[in-house]
């Protein structure tokens, strides 16, 4: 029973982490906003980041390693691709929010070039982790 509830919390977090982290990208990416949008989405998304993705990303972390501890996965090839895949995901949340909190020094540069392309990278990393984890393949 523990493990389906860390299992159930480890994919809730993973689902606000990434919904966080795609909301920025496409905010950021978005270059027609108006001043004054820019002003409002900026000091939302910092603190939301702040309270809420931020968090949900640790959370996912910590819950993941303890499953994979419960589990004993630890020398097989598909977790160590997993969390190859979850360090670039990290990689991309640490680039969104130094970008964030740049910004808030000079928003009228808020369009991030190849936002979208970085929104598209996160949901193919998440695509991959998922098929990964749910087919565990074996590598001989």
Do not use: E
Not at 17 to 41: D, E, F, P
Not at 58 to 87: E, I, N
Request: aromatic fraction near 8%.
């Amino acid at each position: 029973m523990l493990y389906l509830v860390l299992k159930a919390l480890h994919v809730a977090s993973v689902i606000t982490w990434i919904g966080g982290m795609l909301t920025v990208a496409i905010i950021l990416a978005c270059n027609r906003l108006q001043h004054s949008q820019v002003i409002y989405w900026l000091s939302g998304l910092r603190a939301w980041d702040r309270r809420v993705t931020t968090p949900a990303m640790l959370l996912a972390w910590v819950l993941g390693l303890g499953l994979a501890s419960l589990g004993h996965w630890f020398p097989q090839a598909w977790l160590m691709a997993k969390l190859g895949l979850v360090l670039i995901l990290s990689g991309f949340h640490g680039m969104l929010v130094g970008r964030l909190r740049s910004l808030s020094s000079r928003p009228l540069a808020v369009a991030l070039p190849g936002g979208f392309a970085t929104a598209i990278g996160i949901i193919l990393a998440a695509a991959i982790i998922t098929v990964v984890v749910i087919t565990k393949p074996h590598v001989y």
